[in-house]
């Protein structure tokens, strides 16, 4: 935006020191030739000659000639300046359209930021719930470890000992 907003300035500054040198440019050139005497070779070199003095006729057409040229000088740089206008125009309109197409890439990285925040947002809340369960799992393999593993099982006592042991009773030691 700070390059855009110099060229702009720049393109004002240029158009209007055209401008200004297109209306005021004799009456720029005398005072500049006159301030400094480095620049007195812009002044204008042939003065205007009276109407009334005679042989008028022939200093007109002495005059015309230089006029001519610098009527012709102004005339190739009034079309060197139109055509520096146009292609500045153009320039602009293509610098709009760009920054018309910066805007709606910007506007789409936005929404692309905003949907890869959601995403992130989704992940993260994923992310503790596996870890939630996965705590959950490992608690529950855990416990097993810690509850007393049950005593190896009994082995058999031989018949004789079963009969005598009053806390074991057997369907045949109820039978008549």
Not at 56 to 73: E, F
């Amino acid at each position: 935006m700070q390059s855009l907003k110099g060229l702009l300035i720049t393109f004002c500054i240029a158009i209007g020191a055209a401008l200004a040198w297109h209306f005021y440019g004799n009456a720029a050139r005398h005072i500049i030739a006159s301030s400094s005497q480095w620049t007195s070779w812009l002044a204008s070199r042939t003065e205007p000659i009276a109407d009334s003095a005679p042989g008028t006729a022939m200093a007109t057409q002495v005059a015309s000639s230089p006029d001519q040229q610098r009527l012709n000088a102004i005339s190739v740089d009034l079309d060197a300046m139109r055509q520096t206008v146009d292609r500045i125009a153009v320039t602009q309109e293509q610098t709009t359209r760009n920054i018309d197409k910066l805007a709606v890439g910007q506007e789409r990285m936005t929404r692309n930021i905003d949907q890869l925040t959601a995403s992130q947002e989704r992940m993260t809340r994923d992310i503790s719930k596996l870890q939630t369960a996965e705590q959950q799992n490992r608690h529950k393999n855990t416990e097993p470890a810690l509850r007393p593993t049950p005593a190896a099982p009994r082995k058999p006592a031989p018949r004789s000992a079963q009969a005598s042991s009053p806390s074991l009773i057997t369907p045949r030691s109820l039978r008549p």
